[in-house]
């Protein structure tokens, strides 16, 4: 893909926009630049819809957002995240997160133990 080498799943902005330790040494490992990014559209959704979000938060997760190419939902994400699901306990979310990196051939960044292994059992080299 163009220019673009990484996926950030949800945990991994979250972390990032709250300066945790665990997404800022990520980043650094990864030699993170925001040019080279992409989020799933599903990504978005989630970190716009948290109960309570302030417009302040809003305004601070629409600005990293804007930095980043988004990858929308087409038939091949669709296809891949039924895949993904059917072979493993993959909530829909990160499936569908997990399925936009491998159809678009990035790298998933997550913070997500539990989905790093999931995928790992399904032979996910994303």
């Given at each position: 893909m163009s220019g673009i080498e990484y996926l950030l799943d949800t945990n991994v902005i979250i972390g990032l926009l709250k300066g945790d330790a665990a997404a800022v040494a990520l980043a650094e490992q990864a030699d993170l630049s925001l040019a080279s990014c992409a989020v799933s559209q599903i990504t978005r959704m989630e970190l716009l819809s948290f109960p309570g979000i302030t417009d302040v938060e809003e305004r601070r997760i629409n600005a990293f957002l804007?930095?980043?190419?988004?990858?929308?939902?087409?038939?091949?994400?669709?296809?891949?995240?039924?895949r993904l699901r059917r072979a493993s306990s993959l909530k829909l979310p990160d499936a569908i997160i997990a399925?936009?990196?491998?159809?678009?051939?990035v790298a998933l960044l997550t913070l997500d133990q539990r989905l790093k292994a999931n995928l790992a059992k399904v032979g996910f080299g994303g």
């Open positions: 804007s930095n980043c190419r988004m990858l929308l939902l087409d038939e091949s994400v669709e296809q891949e995240t039924i399925a936009s990196a491998k159809v678009h051939g």
